[in-house]
């Protein structure tokens, strides 16, 4: 049956909506697609957040005697513009710092006139200095965002741990962060092959490939003469503290060693012959061989009860802890600054550096430990803990426990070749 105009007309109107609808989605679409295209293209072509995506971009790095000058000037700028970049970076960067080796990127537009728009200083992995002379001239900083990473390692100690930690590709500043953790367990002049170990911790990288720093030890267990030592990290009064799975704290009265990696040469014993004497006498220290400047820090909190110099120990410090230890470094090549008597110390605080003063073959630290008068071996000092573990805490940490050294426990340990 033929449709009537009666008919006709509103189903035309209905066509004409659904069309336009249609047209209007895939418009839409298309806008949307294209927005996120538009997105894409640009979150890929920037450069410290700095749209880069219509420049053309030269990169190099600095020599010696460069100057801000001498590196506007490679690229045709004006005097003029070379003296307001300058000035406008008076409170934002040190011209006279520029390093000879430190990367620069310099940015142009694609065009017959080639005109320099950015000229960038790399201060550092994460730190540029902007000389932005798009419009006018300005000067600012941008950052390079850096990223935490979870990360784990393990292995078996065959040379050294620095040598594990380099072998494996990690950053060394793992191995002073283990050392530091440790610093009241463990002797790491004394580790050996065998020893074992598993850390949890953080890395903070940049262009998530640069290693910058070791963040925060999550866990860890180190294996030293068959005895494991945990590390578990617990919050007590709004500090973070690393305690053994039985809830004391590792922090100690006293450091089990006064300086960083360097070899044991000399044991306590009650004689031994003097390379320089020539005489067999007691030597009641233990002597540290190590590259002279090599800084040496107080095992404990103290005053100095004296800091001089004498034939035999040459430049030595002597602190005085409590009531009853006391400690001696000697044959220093110089002193701290601010070490003379009477000077209040911090445990770890750096009070000289290894020499070869006094009667001394070679640079070491002889390093001594009294006990109400009495000489005794540092190497087998017991230290007390310190900021115990609160009773009303012992649930909490139990369960923060539990979950590290379950965490741990799954690490596999493998062999290291």
């Given at each position: 049956?033929?449709?009537?105009?009666?008919?006709r007309y509103p189903l035309i109107a209905s066509l004409v909506i659904l069309l336009g609808l249609a047209l209007l989605f895939l418009f839409r679409a298309n806008r949307e697609e294209a927005q996120l295209d538009c997105n894409i293209a640009e979150e890929g072509t920037r450069f410290l957040g700095l749209r880069?995506?219509?420049l053309t971009m030269v990169e190099g790095c600095l020599t010696s005697g460069s100057t801000v000058s001498n590196l506007f000037g490679q690229y045709d700028v004006s005097q003029t513009l070379i003296e307001k970049a300058i000035d406008a970076s008076q409170d934002i960067f040190d011209p006279r710092r520029m390093r000879a080796g430190?990367?620069?990127?310099a940015f142009f537009t694609d065009d017959t006139l080639s005109k320099l728009r950015y000229l960038i200083y790399g201060r550092n992995t994460t730190d540029f200095v902007v000389f932005d002379v798009t419009d006018t001239v300005a000067v600012y900083l941008k950052q390079k965002p850096i990223k935490t990473i979870k990360r784990t390692t393990e292995g078996a100690i065959l040379e050294s741990l620095w040598n594990?930690?380099?072998?494996?590709?990690h950053n060394p500043a793992l191995c002073y962060r283990i050392a530091d953790l440790?610093?009241?367990?463990?002797?790491?002049?004394?580790?050996?092959?065998?020893?074992?170990?598993?850390?949890?911790?953080?890395?903070?990288?940049?262009?998530?490939?640069?290693?910058?720093?070791?963040g925060q030890i999550h866990g860890a267990v180190f294996t030293h003469n068959g005895h494991p030592y945990y590390a578990i990290p617990f919050e007590q009064d709004s500090f973070i503290e690393y305690f053994d799975e039985n809830g004391k704290n590792l922090r100690k009265a006293f450091l089990k060693a006064p300086l960083r990696y360097s070899r044991i040469s000399s044991r306590f014993t009650n004689s031994r012959r003097h390379p320089i004497l020539r005489i067999s006498r007691p030597h009641h220290g233990v002597d540290y061989a190590a590259l002279s400047g090599t800084p040496v820090v107080s095992i404990g909190s103290g005053t100095v009860l004296a800091a001089g110099y004498e034939r035999g120990g040459g430049n030595y410090v002597k602190i005085k802890h409590n009531g009853a230890y006391t400690s001696t470094y000697m044959h220093l090549s110089r002193f701290a600054n601010g070490i003379r008597k009477g000077a209040k110390v911090e445990q770890g605080q750096r009070i000289g550096y290894v020499g070869s003063t006094g009667l001394s073959t070679g640079p070491h630290l002889d390093f001594r430990v009294h006990l109400n008068g009495r000489p005794i071996n540092p190497l087998?000092?017991?230290s007390p803990?310190?900021?115990?573990?609160h009773p009303s805490n012992k649930a909490a940490f139990k369960a923060v426990c539990d979950t590290v050294m379950n965490q741990l426990a799954t690490l596999p340990l493998h062999k290291q070749s």
């Open positions: 049956m033929p449709l009537t105009k009666k008919h880069v995506d219509t430190q990367p620069y990127f594990n930690i380099k072998k494996n590709g440790y610093a009241w367990q463990i002797d790491f002049f004394g580790i050996q092959e065998g020893d074992q170990y598993k850390i949890i911790y953080d890395e903070l990288v940049v262009d998530d490939s640069v290693s910058l720093d070791i087998k000092m017991e803990s310190v900021n115990s573990l």
